[in-house]
């Protein structure tokens, strides 16, 4: 089980499994998310969760927005979770992707995305923190991030097109590694690099170097392809 000791020690509790299964299996996904919920000593009186599309796209989780489904609630074309309901679990879903976490543990706000290459070029942990501010009233001295496992740097070849997307990020180069005519990408430096930008003390990031590809207890898609199962982050207040 991998964990944050900074968002656990501020009150949000969470949990990183390779054991996610097909979203269409109803039965599956409500085994897998209550079985969760008891590792982590959580109740909660809905989960969230997403058609993730590689979008920025954002929804609040209100306990009554939403598609119902058997095991919870779903967003269609979203890539990010945020709720100040205590009683909320938010879920997401990754292979090689990154998840990264929000939170602010005195307007008690949080935030879950899923952040692959196109999300992150378009911000989307970024477009999380707008609303936390601008919306919720969060401080931004008070907000600590998570970014989880995702799939290394050497192990993520990308072409032109990719490093060409990053072309306004002023940092571009420190994330991206000349290999051949393509690229290497750190994921998670490439995150980093948003909440930083941003404003995010360093000192309020808890940064994951777990290798999704080289962790045989993580799903991977490039490893796995072409049946590669998901990796599932849940987080709720307490």
């Known amino acids: 089980?991998?964990?944050?000791?900074?968002?656990?020690?501020?009150?949000?509790?969470?949990?990183?499994?390779?054991?996610?299964?097909?979203?269409?299996?109803?039965?599956?996904?409500?085994?897998?998310?209550?079985?969760?919920?008891?590792?982590?000593?959580?109740?909660?009186?809905?989960?969230?969760?997403?058609?993730?599309?590689?979008?920025?796209?954002?929804?609040?989780?209100?306990?009554?927005?939403?598609?119902?489904?058997?095991?919870?609630?779903?967003?269609?074309?979203?890539?990010?979770?945020?709720?100040?309901?205590?009683?909320?679990?938010?879920?997401?879903?990754?292979?090689?992707?990154?998840?990264?976490?929000?939170y602010d543990p005195i307007k008690k706000v949080q935030a879950a995305v899923h952040s692959g290459w196109r999300g992150t070029v378009e911000r989307i942990s970024k477009n999380v923190l707008d609303l936390m501010v601008n919306d919720f009233g969060c401080n931004l001295k008070d907000i600590l991030c998570f970014i989880g496992p995702s799939i290394d740097q050497e192990n993520y070849e990308v072409g032109e097109d990719v490093y060409n997307a990053f072309e306004n990020f002023e940092n571009r180069d420190s994330f991206f590694k000349p290999f051949g005519e393509k690229y290497k990408l750190s994921m998670v430096d490439a995150n980093l690099d948003i909440l930083l930008s941003y404003g995010i003390p360093l000192e309020h990031i808890e940064v994951c170097r777990v290798s999704t590809f080289n962790t045989p207890e993580l799903n991977s898609a490039r490893r796995d392809n072409p049946n590669y199962k998901l990796n599932c982050m849940v987080t709720m207040m307490e």
Not at 61 to 80: C, H, K, M, Q
């Open 1 to 102: 089980m991998i964990i944050s000791k900074l968002l656990l020690n501020a009150g949000l509790k969470h949990y990183i499994s390779g054991s996610l299964y097909d979203m269409r299996d109803n039965e599956d996904m409500t085994k897998n998310l209550n079985n969760f919920a008891k590792i982590i000593e959580i109740k909660p009186n809905q989960f969230y969760t997403a058609h993730q599309l590689h979008t920025s796209n954002i929804e609040y989780a209100d306990g009554i927005s939403g598609i119902e489904r058997p095991y919870g609630r779903v967003f269609e074309n979203t890539d990010g979770l945020i709720t100040d309901k205590r009683d909320i679990a938010l879920v997401v879903k990754f292979a090689d992707c990154t998840p990264v976490v929000m």
